[in-house]
Nanobody, 128 residues
Framework: QVQLTESGGGLVQAGGSLTLSCAASGGTFSSYTMGWFRQAPGKEREFVGCISWSGALTSYGNSVKGRFTVSRDNAKGTVSLQMNSLKPEDTAVYYC?????????????????????WGQGTQVTVSS
């Protein structure tokens, strides 16, 4: 069982930057592809980005590509989402998620249903 706790959300002006962090506990962190999703009011949850267990592979949603960066520190059991050039449409609750993968296999996971564990989410609000 893995517990995920997001932090770093808040209010930021358009064009600004924010870094979200997700701390994992209760499992072998390097056994998981880690993902970030977001959900805006009245909308479905959307894939933001993910990173394979070693950090060798990353993937991003089209709406954030070139602005957001996912990174991880396996020694600390954390995954981060660096968000630059923020737009009002980036306003959402951001969730981190963990997908258990076979040992040593680098996997990119974009599907929400493929993730095994989820955090509670952290609110990001971008003002215009």
């Amino acid at each position: 069982q893995v517990q995920l706790t997001e932090s770093g959300g808040g209010l930021v002006q358009a064009g600004g930057s924010l870094t979200l962090s997700c701390a994992a506990s209760g499992g072998t962190f390097s056994s998981y592809t880690m993902g970030w999703f977001r959900q805006a009011p009245g909308k479905e949850r959307e894939f933001v980005g993910c990173i394979s267990w070693s950090g060798a592979l990353t993937s991003y949603g089209n709406s954030v590509k070139g602005r957001f960066t996912v990174s991880r520190d396996n020694a600390k059991g954390t995954v981060s989402l660096q968000m630059n050039s923020l737009k009002p449409e980036d306003t959402a609750v951001y969730y981190c998620a963990a997908d258990h993968v076979l040992s040593g296999i680098e996997i990119i996971t974009k599907g929400e249903s493929d993730y095994d564990y989820w955090g509670q989410g952290t609110q990001v609000t971008v003002s215009s």
